[in-house]
């Protein structure tokens, strides 16, 4: 099955300097990049997605990358502001194998501590 | 508007026990899949519920199994619990069987001891 790791683990930047996760993924089929914000308490919240026919994709400060040849897709938040501290995914799914969405494949998740 | 609601939002509960949890998806979403997080981890696919038949399935013994309602609410239930079944329990909805962009729930924390 699909296997998705992600680095670091902990990030800690300076308020308004930039932040960047990255993550590859094992399964060539894969084709849905979802990328989670989850917050203590709370559950994951989706904040940017990719599919596999787009190469990068931007919602203000958040932007998604996506490698296909080299199975790795990345998080860049710019300007990042102390709102943005949080455990953040990335997972990936084949989608579509049963005739419907697939699970997704979760990575082990990385802290982000935004410093001021 | 609702998102997704899920209850308890812990509970505790003896090794060998039975657990049901609950899932009210958001509003205009079908299909709700389970997923479990332990402590410090990604979150697990457990399975996939769509027209109230489980479609997907995830790497979980048949010890886990589910219920989809007509009014789309599901339930997760968990026999013969083991300590390792501690985890965060979410509940995602998504707004048709071919179709991402999933909600989740805040989880119900079961600890089993």
């Known amino acids: 099955g699909e296997n998705v790791e992600q680095h670091p683990s902990t990030l800690s930047v300076q308020e308004g300097d930039s932040a960047v996760i990255k993550c590859t993924y094992s399964?060539?089929?894969?084709?849905?990049f979802p990328w989670y914000k989850q917050e203590l308490g709370k559950g994951p919240q989706l904040i940017i997605d990719i599919r596999s026919n787009v190469g990068e994709k931007k919602d203000q400060r958040i932007a998604v990358t996506l490698n296909k040849t080299a199975k790795h897709f990345s998080l860049h938040i710019t300007e990042t502001q102390p709102e943005d501290s949080a455990v953040y995914f990335c997972?990936?799914?084949?989608?579509?194998?049963?005739?419907?969405?697939?699970?997704?494949?979760f990575g082990k998740g990385t802290h982000l501590i935004i410093q001021p | 508007d609702a998102g997704v609601t899920q209850s308890p939002t812990h509970l505790i509960k003896t090794r060998g026990q039975q657990v049901t949890l609950r899932c009210s998806p958001k509003s205009g979403h079908d299909t709700v899949s389970w997923y479990q997080q332990a402590l410090g981890q990604g979150p697990q696919f457990i399975f996939q519920y769509y027209e109230e038949e489980e479609r997907q399935r995830g790497n979980f013994p048949d010890r886990f199994s589910g219920h989809q309602f007509p009014n789309y609410s599901s339930e997760l239930n968990v026999n013969a619990l083991l300590l390792g079944d501690s985890a965060l329990y979410l509940c995602?909805?998504?707004?048709?069987?071919?179709?991402?962009?999933?909600?989740f729930g805040s989880g119900t924390r079961l600890t089993v001891v």
């Open positions: 399964d060539s089929a894969s084709n849905y």
């Open positions: 997972a990936a799914s084949i989608g579509m194998s049963g005739g419907g969405a697939d699970g997704l494949t």
């Open positions: 995602a909805s998504s707004p048709g069987y071919f179709r991402y962009g999933y909600t």
